[in-house]
């Protein structure tokens, strides 16, 4: 009885020790540095998502997703399998509150934009006259005849202007020290075509969302935050990596003919986003795809960014220093 009872206490014994040993190696082991809060805003948009699912895959990065309704949140949740708890429903122009869960945020990635609509009726008059047109020796289809609008709410003044203003303060009073805002090119140009969009035949109407989103740049270069601006040719929804990624300023792309585009993938922008995240000097520049020269290897979007930083070459926005008050919120 006594031998059976000394052999359980020492094997008792074993195991407490073991559990020590074991509690013990686990405290000193090194362990990993906790991971990046980023808050996606517009992480159910089509650009919006595919940043969002990129920080869910990576390994430094935890995203919370700001979306504007409940059918956003539901849908992003099935096709990212993400937590319910990384899901923030709000309209970026209403944040007064915020949930608790966002106040570790170290960063913020903005891909909100207005999104114009094509009007039915005007799409109706461009087929009648294809065949007209065909007669007379013009361009069966011309896509800037077309007329477009914003639902109400969503022009770009209200979501292009005052609710990146919105985000840029939240990301401010919550202590985010970078903000990444994915804008367009062409703001150089009051002209450019995108501007029309909204208005009718006589230039009235709300329009002019590269204006909006340029007076937004603005607010942010001169909030004190570290801020990376995203200036995308046409978005395409093709596949990541399979194409350059060609970087510049002040919408000089446009005018290289040489390189002959004026688009890049959704995916390699949501790349430039993520790289951008690695580095902490403020920069502002545009980006299309190109075609990879042959003979050559491929150049990811992290290492042209690396490149364009190395430049020193910095995006004007003299035409912005002066500040007018009716544009203050």
Partial sequence: ????????????????????????????????????????TGAAGRTGKIVFNSLLQHTKYYPVGLVRTESSAKKLVQTTHCGLEQIWVCDVTQLDNNPHSVNDAQAM???????????????????VKMPWNIIRGKKAFEFRQLEFCYKEGGHPEKVDYEGQIAQIDLA??????????????????????LNTLGKNKHGEGNGDI???????????????????IIHPGGLKDTPCGERNVEIDVDDNLRKRVEL????????????????????????????VNVDVPEGSKKISADMSLKKFL????????????????????
Avoid at 260 to 287: G, K
Wanted: proline content about 4%.
């Fill in 210 to 228: 590269l204006i909006w989103k340029r007076k937004a740049e603005k607010y942010l270069i001169d909030s004190g935050l570290q801020y990376t």
């Fill in 260 to 287: 002959n585009s004026r688009s890049i993938s959704r995916c390699d922008v949501a790349r430039l986003c993520i790289a951008s995240l690695e580095h902490e000097q403020s920069c502002a520049f545009d980006c």
């Fill in 172 to 193: 401010k009073k919550i202590g985010i020290k970078h903000v990444i805002l994915v804008s367009s090119m062409g703001g150089t140009d009051p002209n450019d075509f």
């Fill in 310 to 329: 190395d430049s020193g070459v910095t995006y004007d926005y003299s035409d912005m220093d002066v500040v007018v008050d009716e544009w203050s919120i």
């Fill in 109 to 127: 990635i903005i891909c909100t934009s207005a999104v114009p609509i094509m009007r039915k009726r005007s799409l109706i008059k461009a087929l």
């Fill in 1 to 40: 009885m006594k031998v059976q009872q000394i052999l359980t206490q020492a094997y008792t014994t074993f195991l407490l020790l073991q559990l020590f040993h074991s509690s013990y190696a686990e405290a000193l082991a090194p362990r990993p540095p906790p991971k990046k809060q980023v808050i996606v």
